[in-house]
């Protein structure tokens, strides 16, 4: 059970400079990124993301539950290790279904909306209408998925200090976690006040900032500069992966000829079917490494690319908030501007306030309507007063949280750019490695079999 305390989230802390992808069943000495306490320097930059300990995750051994029922699900082994205080084990370990990752992450959202939190896989699968969720490929692909979202939250400073993310690898009744987060989620909810009231009608989705950070247009370039890498880089990669399939199919239907020719050329039978041994052996290879090698690094580029638009949708709530400043400016200078004209009326100075056609026409309308005396202007005056300093106060609010959103989104900005370089390595490495196996054994092959052909005597 935690604690009394499980719906409050802790205070938000940094301490350390960079994220290094981990894998937690390997032996692990406490000196690298991620389990710094504290790095020279650091305290200069209050922008820099910093880590108060690691925090490593595995998703292991999906299990069909309830099978043969029509309420079949799939579960998984979530483990930890960690240093953590927030922690009341430094193992943690539960099992969890995919409605639980999504709970997860939509809650992670809605609590830490400047945080840029990793998106799960697709549940709109083909496999869910065929019925083949339950393979063994599907599951451990989701497992992979669920594996990799786990190690993004794990890595980021601040979403793997929340309570719901300690609940989640520690709670033995999660259930009951997930209602009470709902019941009395971390924060007080906001209250409906002049943005939400004006918000429909000032702000859309088509509006621009006016005056863009250029922090922020450049990060926004970046981001593009690299989802455009991605993309063309797994439109190669699934080229690559088509045409050695079809290398591979070449090179099994060559062994089965060169078999054929054996049973014709019976003097160097033997050395050929050692030759088509070995084409075969290659053609293994060749589907082994498209499986290993090839096939989860496409998978890795497409989420690597899922968790850019994460980031990517940081940037635009960003810009949004500072749009709300911006707009919300606008309309109290042009509230400001109604209630100084309708004062200079009043005093008997209306020329001197510069009236444009739309205010002569409004006040044309007033007095046909019979609304242009004093008295109406001066309560009309008093109610612009009263949303005056109601925009006064949501203009300063709206002021705070821009700057406070910003310095948050450049903190967003370093500890994404740390994990995406970790995965970067992890990804190129495990191409590399696997690149490396598959050369070496087909080195192996060819070498074993070259002074077989170089027997080969055939008389003319």
Known sequence: MLGDDEDVFDSVTWESPSATAYDIDDPITPSGPGFRQSTVGADDDPLQPKWEGYLLTSVKDPVKELAETKDAYVSYLVQAKTNLPIFSTPNPSARRRFQDFVFLRDHLVRDFSACVVPALPDKHRLEYLTGDRFSPEFMERRRLDLHRFLQRLA???????????????????????????????????????????????????????????????????????????????????????????????????????????????????????????????????????????????????????????????????????????????????????????????????????????????????????????????????????????????AVTTAHETSDAFSDETLREQAVFQYAKEAEMKEMLGNLADGQIEFYKAAMEEWERIIPTIQRIRVDV
């Not at 033995?172 to 429909?200: C, F, K, L, R, Y």
Request: charged share 25%; glycine share 6%.
């Open 155 to 393: 890595r980021h400073p601040t979403l793997q200090r929340s309570t719901l993310v300690r609940a989640f690898f520690e709670s033995t009744e999660w259930h009951v976690q997930m209602h009470q987060h709902v019941a009395h989620p971390p924060g007080q909810e906001p209250t409906p006040g002049i943005i939400d009231n004006i918000s429909d009608t000032l702000l859309n989705a088509f509006a621009r900032v006016r005056k863009p950070d250029e922090r922020f247009l450049i990060m926004r370039e970046n981001v593009d500069k690299f989802e455009e890498s991605l993309v063309v880089s797994e439109r190669l990669y699934t080229r690559v992966r088509g045409r050695t399939s079809d290398l591979t199919a070449d090179y099994h239907d060559l062994a089965v000829a060169v078999q054929g020719l054996g049973f014709l050329e019976s003097g160097i039978t033997d050395p050929l079917n050692h030759f088509s041994n070995t084409l075969l052996e290659f053609s293994a290879l060749l589907r082994h490494a498209t499986q290993t090698t090839t096939d989860p690094f496409l998978l890795h580029l497409h989420s690597l690319l899922t968790y850019s638009h994460s980031n990517r949708a940081v940037l635009k709530l960003r810009d949004q908030k500072q749009l709300d400043f911006e707009e919300l400016s606008d309309y109290l200078s042009g509230v400001t501007a109604d209630r100084d004209r309708l004062a200079a009326v009043i005093s008997g100075h209306a020329g001197s306030t510069g009236l444009g056609i739309g205010a002569y026409l409004k006040d044309r309308v007033d007095a046909m309507r019979g609304t242009d005396d004093d008295r109406s202007r001066v309560e009309k005056m008093r109610k612009l007063d009263i949303k005056i300093k109601e925009l006064q106060d």
